[in-house]
């Protein structure tokens, strides 16, 4: 590059310092020289531009590469099959409880525990993961768990929650249709229905139906999950009215950083976990009444 500069210096300096006289052929000279100029010139800082460009491009890439992670289809699927037959190991009795029933004795007291009102959400949630993963509901191992969840009576919203999301993943039958309607009834009785002190609970759940005076948006989300999931098997029609109902709620709750702290009715500060689902409840709540209302391709215009 210093080579070329210096031969351009010397000729432009000949040429256009020397003392002469104006000659017609000279303009042109001048245009030829700086074409000449250019082309030796714009080159080697186009190079320089692009090789700056390429390194950056390079670094990024390198960058993005050390985050990568190769994903193995076959040790995937090996991790999976350890982590069934881990779920397998862990089930006594048919299923995956800790107690042989729900010990609600304690009342208040035991109502997020898994031997008190949400007694058969373990096993919900590990049949649930066991059909996801592609195990067939006529396995052996799985079947007693099945039976237990359609036959067991369950009284706490994450329980029946779970429980819920295991009825689209089996064939139907008279008996899983009426398991599905209880669920579908129980879930919608646990819906707070306000009055009085208890207007800010309105659309609401709590762990359980006990008359107590609060509820919060993760007993919320599972109750919401709960009757989308069994109004998706067409078996019970779930009343516009609800999902009106709880839009609304979760509409009303919504703190102005666009954010939901975890008990329902209180302005404290978002979290992670509550503003997602929030975020799903709409979602969910907006998916079911699209289908009462004339098609709308704007997007959600309340919003």
Not at 39 to 62: F, H, I, Q
Not at 66 to 86: G, L, N, T, Y
Not at 290 to 299: E, F, K, L, Q, V
Request: with cysteine.
């Amino acid at each position: 590059m210093n080579r070329r500069r210096s031969f351009l210096h010397r000729f432009t300096s000949e040429f256009f310092l020397r003392p002469q006289g104006v000659s017609p052929a000279r303009p042109l000279l001048c245009a030829l020289l700086l074409a000449a100029a250019l082309a030796v010139l714009l080159p080697g800082a186009r190079s320089n531009a692009d090789n700056k460009k390429n390194d950056k491009g390079n670094e990024k890439k390198k960058e993005e590469e050390s985050h990568r992670v190769e994903i193995d289809p076959q040790k995937v699927d090996a991790a999976m099959e350890r982590a069934k037959a881990f779920l397998y190991s862990q089930m006594k009795n048919g299923n995956w409880e800790q107690s042989p029933r729900a010990n609600l004795a304690a009342g208040d007291k035991v109502k997020s525990s898994v031997t008190g009102y949400q007694w058969g959400g373990l096993t919900a949630i590990a049949t649930y993961a066991l059909l996801a993963s592609g195990e067939n509901a006529q396995n052996e191992q799985l079947k007693p768990a099945i039976d237990f969840l359609i036959e067991q009576e369950f009284s706490g919203t994450y329980a029946l929650g779970l429980r819920a999301q295991v009825w689209n993943l089996l064939r139907m039958t008279p008996q899983l249709r009426t398991a599905i309607k209880r669920d579908a009834s129980q879930l919608f009785d646990l819906m707070k229905t306000g009055g009085g002190k208890n207007d800010k609970d309105l659309g609401f759940y709590n762990y359980h139906n006990l008359p107590v005076n609060r509820s919060d948006h993760s007993c919320s989300n599972y109750g919401v999950l709960g009757m989308w999931a069994v109004a998706e098997t067409y078996v019970p029609e779930v009343p516009v009215d609800y999902w009106n109902t709880v839009d609304a709620a979760w509409r009303r709750d919504q703190q102005k950083d666009g954010g939901w702290g975890y008990e329902a009715g209180k302005e404290k500060d978002p979290t992670y976990t509550m503003t997602s689902a929030g975020v799903a409840t709409l979602y969910i709540v907006q998916d079911m009444l699209s289908m009462t209302r004339p098609a709308d391709c704007r997007g959600m215009t309340a919003d």
